[in-house]
């Protein structure tokens, strides 16, 4: 997945879910944001990353912005940009907090912080990683997935 140019200070990426339902393929944006209180409202997704084994790709891609008459606006390509690889528990979350209608804007980890071992965009994901708790402080709520339900945790 290409993450394109590094953050910027007090930057992070958000996530748009597209809507959908059932076993329609997930599909998401990536905005740019600054991390400050009253920007772009989002959830923060606090979960367990589970086993890399047996990915699962959705399509991922970068919100275009532009300007009209009517101010600044956003636009969603359509085509297959990007495809990345989530680990099976995130695509079960995504799968169950996708709206049938309307899109929901996240933080989550696994998808908003480049993930890239290269030395050259390690420092961006050091430094990304030490705004956790900041970015939790400012999401307008965070949601907890700790997995799909099994025969452990079904008396839950």
Partial sequence: FEYGEPL????????????????DPVICSLILSPLEEGTTPFQAVSYVWGSEDNPHPITCNWVVPFIDDQGVGFACPQEV?????????LYSLLLRIRLPEGMRTLWIDQICIDQDQNPEKLQEKMTQVRMMAEVYSAANNVLIWLGEEDSETATA
Avoid: E, F, M, Y
Wanted: aromatic share 0%; no cysteine; hydrophobic share 30%.
């Fill in 8 to 23: 910027q200070k007090g930057q992070i990426r958000l996530l748009h879910l597209h809507p959908g339902s059932g076993n």
């Fill in 81 to 89: 940009t990007n495809n990345v690889a989530v680990t099976d528990n």
